[in-house]
């Protein structure tokens, strides 16, 4: 696999970092549509069969109707334009907006049901998520710049539930924040078939996260006593407490 990381010296504006995607421009219209082309390029390439590492900025610039220059003004390398083009196809995270924690989880939980269902009904974007775990490079920036920023979101969250004692604070973060989208990344990541449809999901995933899954009476019951070798003896058929010893 060719991995295009130089751009033609001539012309081109080191605006960020080759590790991450540059910012979208906020500039003139001209320039805003011409990176709205490059975008697009690239989503029908990849609707007509092309996999991430079959893309190359020749093709995507011939495909979008602009020089390789104006590709490279706005992302470093391919990778770093692939990246933001898949980041777009998804919907943007939800922003904590100071509700409750209850809401700001159903908030979050919603967003990853309606990510599943568009995974299963957008082909473009479930190839290309699915092409990710073939190149090393691209998926190890992709968790960097999208999954990790989003796993943090579930992190402030879960810090302000035990802040105000609604969340346990004797367990680490990382480990409550899994507990809490385990359930719906079960069912949008490993479970294809699982239903996702329900707009009730979400809500009922929260509550039960929240309230606990032991019934009431066995949360209330008090633990069973041990059984000792006494007891068990005396359970035995014909056993007594002042039976032999083994």
């Given amino acids: 696999m060719q991995i295009e990381t130089t751009a033609p010296t001539p012309r081109v504006e080191p605006e960020c970092p080759a590790t991450e995607p540059c910012a979208r421009r906020r500039g003139r219209p001209r320039s805003e549509a011409a ?8 989503e029908q390439l990849m609707g007509e069969g092309a996999g991430l590492a ?3 900025i020749e093709g995507i610039a011939a495909a979008a109707g602009v020089g390789k220059a104006t590709i490279y003004r ?3 390398n ?11 196809l998804e919907s943007p995270e939800p922003e904590l907006t100071g509700g409750t924690v209850r809401e700001e989880l159903l908030a979050m939980m919603e967003f990853m049901r309606r990510r599943g269902l568009a995974k299963r009904s957008r082909w473009v974007l479930k190839a290309a998520l699915g092409q990710l775990n073939s190149w090393p490079e691209l998926r190890a920036m992709y968790h960097r710049q999208v999954i990790e920023p989003r796993r943090e979101l579930v992190r402030q969250i879960v810090r302000r539930g035990v802040a105000e004692g ?12 899994e507990v809490v989208m385990g359930p719906i990344l079960l069912r949008t990541v490993f479970w294809e078939e699982a239903p996702l449809d329900d707009p009730a999901l979400a809500e009922q995933l929260v509550d039960a996260l929240l309230n606990g899954i032991a019934a009431p009476a066995a949360a209330d019951a008090p633990a069973p006593a041990a059984v000792g070798p006494a007891t068990a ?11 032999e010893s083994h």
Wanted: aromatic share 2%; net charge negative; charged share 25%.
């Fill in 35 to 42: 990176e709205q082309a490059i975008v697009a390029a690239v």
């Fill in 54 to 56: 079959d893309l190359s």
């Fill in 74 to 76: 706005r992302w470093p």
């Fill in 78 to 88: 391919k990778e770093a334009l692939l990246v933001d083009v898949v980041a777009r």
């Fill in 166 to 177: 609604l969340i346990r604070s004797d367990l680490d973060t990382d480990l409550l924040s």
């Fill in 233 to 243: 003896q005396e359970r035995a058929p014909g056993g007594s407490s002042g039976g």
